[in-house]
């Protein structure tokens, strides 16, 4: 639901809203916030709350380190888990510039930019993500062993399945935040589990992602646990992916709803895929990441089908609404603004020079032979080759700051 500024100052008067967290990110993705009291709330939206971004990994040095959080207005949302007396609200915020130009490490703005675009070359985005997590024991003293929750497999129940209780609560809270969760299940890690949420704009889908791990970890330290989107928590166990799956509606119809796959979605396709690499360092951006690409059905070479899960990219067999690409190689560590404005840039692109799309590889590549796979583009092998891949990058240049890309080479 949209709302504006009148109308949030007049709900927080009137449902007993006595704390207000403005939530805003890092480059990297991690959740940062400052609380203000409810009649703050309205010198926040017009100048904003001033913050010192030296000390956030990969802003500002601290010879020019203020910047001003400017909460939006959309974003209100209650948070269950605090106390319905005496409520505790949250916005997501922009990051502003002193003179109120935008702040060139926001990722969020960098995202809304990607929108807007999309918007004008008249396509609609639909974001709809499947996210993986494990839950940990904790010790003694509540911090996080390396003891997984359960020794559970693919979609085990209980007993086997001791996080069900865990998730079901994850997934009440999101519906009281107006997430709407579509299935959730344990996954094949020890302590593993994955929820997938009901495709969303593009704006929203970013701003679902970030709410979903505060949620999960949240709800997690509520049950004694810790939970971990790390790309690789348990050494030779399976990853904590981040699947992708996106929908261009143009003129209200979903172009990849086609009994033959149109041409636009094809250039769509063909963007990411020239792209990826010199894009993954964001989408997989921790040396760890680099040990789950090609392991546990995460993918390793720069491929698509329509249908084969160990495809970089696939098309699902779905219909109407559902109808989609699935875009496999990102790992939940990720900054989800960051991610989600690469990918469709880089599709956008596609679309624009009307790239052309390399045939599907449709036999199963965790099994393929070197004759059938050496032919084949890899994605990055290492934390090291896909940096150097993204500071080459013209595209990613277009994109972003060199300062933001260079933060990514101390995120390891």
Known sequence: MAYTETEVLQYIEENDVKFIKLFFTDVFGTVKSISIQPGELQKAFATGISFDASAIKGFLEADNSDLFIVPDPDTLCVLPWRPQMGRVVRFFCDIKNADGTPFIGDTRYLLRQTAEKAAQLGYEIDIGTECEFYLFQNDVNGNATSIPQDEAGYCDLAPLDKGENVRRDICLTLKQMNIEPEKSHHESGPGQHEIDFKYDSLMTAGDNL????????????????????????????????????????????????????????????????????EMTVFLNPKKDSYT?????????????????????????????????????????????????????????????????????????????????????????????????????????????????????????
């Open 210 to 277: 970030v709410t979903f791990k505060t949620v999960v970890s949240t709800i997690a330290v509520r049950n004694g646990l810790s939970a971990s989107f790390d790309p690789v928590p348990v050494p030779d166990k399976p990853g904590n992916g981040l699947h992708i799956n996106i929908s261009l509606k143009k003129n209200g119809h979903n172009i990849f709803d086609n009994p033959v796959l149109p041409d636009e979605a094809k250039y769509f396709i063909a963007g990411i895929m020239k792209y990826i690499r």
């Open 292 to 412: 789950r690409l090609g392991r546990f059905e995460a993918p390793k070479y720069v491929t698509w089908s329509t249908h084969n899960r160990s495809q970089l990219i696939r098309i699902p067999s779905e219909s109407g609404e559902r109808k989609r690409l699935e875009l496999r190689s990102p790992d939940a560590s990720c900054n989800p603004y960051l991610g989600l404005a690469l990918i469709i840039n880089a599709g956008l692109v596609g679309i624009q020079n009307k790239l052309p799309l390399d045939k599907a590889v449709d036999c199963n590549l965790y099994k393929a032979s070197e004759a059938e796979t050496k032919n084949l583009q890899q994605l990055p092998a290492s934390f090291a080759e896909a940096l150097e891949l993204a500071k080459k990058s013209d595209f990613i240049a277009s994109l972003l700051s060199s300062d933001l890309i260079n933060a990514f080479a101390t995120n390891v």
